[in-house]
């Protein structure tokens, strides 16, 4: 037990006495760097740092143009004209420096990269591609791949695209969302080349690879009604209820018209407002008030809208509510309960849309791939859906 006590005495000065080298040698290293810098570069980042990136790119130029050694200060120049949306400057400027002969591996691979972003966002999805590919085995492999996939969507490339997500997928993201969504888009593409059997392929794919894929349900619902088969057609919509049952909402029509055309109305109504009480959330209420009014005249809507509010209170209820009663409504009461629902509406116009729970991006007509983010059923099937916290 001395013997350790004895070493540890002399042991810790020695380990004092590394670590203050140590730090000498990397200050040492850092006050020559910061030497060999131009003052410039300081000014630069100032501006950097205060958000003024006109003056920063201005300055840095004039340091590239003087310094041509300023290898990484070109790379940092060249994200700042991407960045700006300057993009033949950007490539201009990673494309000299892939030329440069003492680039180190490393340096040569990151601009390389760089190029190939600035491309993507010049649309040349061709050149991106080439550049991409060229990296799979190089320390950007993960990140060209990403890149990749995005080329491809853009390029509803969905063969290539279910390849190079395979390829991704680890522990932290499957893209089973993903491919089943890219196995719907090759099943669409089938249809529309008139080859039912290639799209039923892949629909069961994207089944196998995503079991709650709702959209793969629906496109195959297509199918059998196009091929007369209606009692498929019907099973096929009924399944979305044991995957995402709001899903039906968008399925409701097509669900209904078959029904309807085996002479089945009022069975399809039953269900519709059975799967309504069952899934309160349910965006069918406007389809609902339609079919009952149809079949079962304005007393009976107006008594079930009337229920609908109490047990589910929404905006949309309300006005459904007042829009029953403003059809039994005295003439002198019309007026004014015009104007309330009118004044309704207008107030809750947004949930009349709906809205992607990624970016937030509001659009009347649904999407399973969002415009503005480019991410994957992030709309809910639910209008004026807000983002989850």
């Known amino acids: 037990m001395l013997?350790?006590?004895?070493?540890w005495l002399i042991a810790l000065p020695?380990?004092?006495?590394?670590?203050?080298?140590?730090?000498?040698?990397?200050?040492?290293?850092?006050l020559s760097e910061t030497r060999s810098l131009p003052v410039a570069y300081f000014k630069g980042l100032n501006y950097?740092?205060?958000?003024?990136?006109?003056?920063?790119?201005?300055?840095?130029?004039?340091?590239?143009?003087?310094?041509?050694?300023?290898?990484?200060?070109?790379?940092?120049?060249?994200?700042?004209?991407?960045?700006?949306?300057?993009?033949e400057r950007a490539i201009r400027m990673h494309q000299k420096l892939l030329v440069r002969r003492e680039l180190t591996v490393a340096q040569r691979q990151t601009a390389q990269f760089e190029l190939a972003l600035d491309f993507m966002q010049a649309g040349l999805f061709d050149r991106a591609e080439?550049?991409?590919?060229?990296?799979?085995?190089?320390?950007?492999?993960?990140?060209?791949?990403?890149?990749?996939?995005?080329?491809?969507?853009?390029?509803?490339?969905?063969?290539?695209?279910?390849?190079?997500?395979?390829?991704?997928?680890?522990e932290r993201h499957t893209y089973q969302h993903e491919i089943a969504q890219f196995y719907c888009e090759l099943a669409s593409q089938g249809v529309l080349r008139s080859e039912p059997a290639a799209a039923r392929v892949y629909l069961q794919k994207a089944i196998a690879e995503h079991r709650k894929c709702a959209r793969a349900n629906m496109l195959l619902a297509e199918l059998e009604i196009a091929a007369g088969n209606v009692d498929a057609?019907?099973?096929?919509?009924?399944?979305?209820?044991?995957?995402?049952?709001?899903?039906?909402?968008?399925?409701?029509?097509?669900?209904?018209?078959?029904?309807?055309a085996q002479g089945r109305a009022s069975e399809g109504t039953q269900l519709l407002l059975g799967l309504l009480r069952q899934y309160p959330e349910l965006d069918v209420l406007d389809l609902a008030y339609e079919r009952l009014l149809t079949e079962q005249g304005l007393l009976a809507t107006h008594e079930f809208v009337r229920e609908r509010l109490k047990a589910?209170?929404?905006?949309?209820?309300?006005?459904?509510?007042?829009?029953?009663?403003?059809?039994?409504?005295?003439?002198?009461?019309?007026?004014?309960?015009?104007?309330?629902?009118?004044?309704?509406?207008?107030?809750?116009?947004?949930?009349?849309?709906?809205?992607?729970?990624?970016?937030?991006?509001?659009?009347?007509?649904?999407?399973?791939?969002?415009?503005?983010?480019?991410?994957?059923?992030?709309?809910?099937?639910?209008?004026?859906a807000q983002k989850s916290s």
Request: charged share 25%; net charge negative; hydrophobic share 45%.
């Open 14 to 30: 020695a380990f004092f006495a590394l670590g203050w080298l140590a730090a000498r040698v990397d200050i040492k290293h850092v």
């Open 233 to 260: 057609a019907i099973e096929a919509w009924l399944r979305i209820e044991s995957q995402e049952p709001l899903y039906i909402a968008l399925a409701a029509r097509g669900l209904l018209a078959a029904y309807d």
């Open 48 to 87: 950097l740092l205060n958000g003024e990136t006109n003056r920063a790119v201005d300055v840095y130029v004039d340091i590239a143009r003087h310094h041509a050694e300023t290898i990484e200060l070109q790379f940092t120049l060249g994200h700042l004209f991407r960045r700006r949306g300057e993009l």
């Open 312 to 384: 589910h209170p929404t905006m949309p209820s309300l006005r459904k509510v007042l829009e029953a009663h403003l059809l039994v409504a005295p003439d002198d009461q019309k007026v004014e309960l015009e104007l309330i629902v009118k004044l309704i509406h207008d107030a809750t116009r947004e949930q009349t849309m709906y809205r992607c729970t990624h970016c937030g991006f509001k659009a009347k007509q649904y999407f399973w791939h969002c415009p503005a983010c480019t991410e994957w059923e992030t709309f809910p099937p639910v209008r004026g």
């Open 3 to 7: 013997e350790i006590e004895y070493w």
């Open 130 to 170: 080439s550049l991409l590919t060229e990296l799979a085995d190089t320390d950007y492999a993960r990140q060209a791949r990403v890149e990749l996939l995005g080329v491809y969507q853009q390029e509803k490339a969905w063969a290539k695209a279910i390849e190079t997500a395979q390829q991704l997928r680890d």
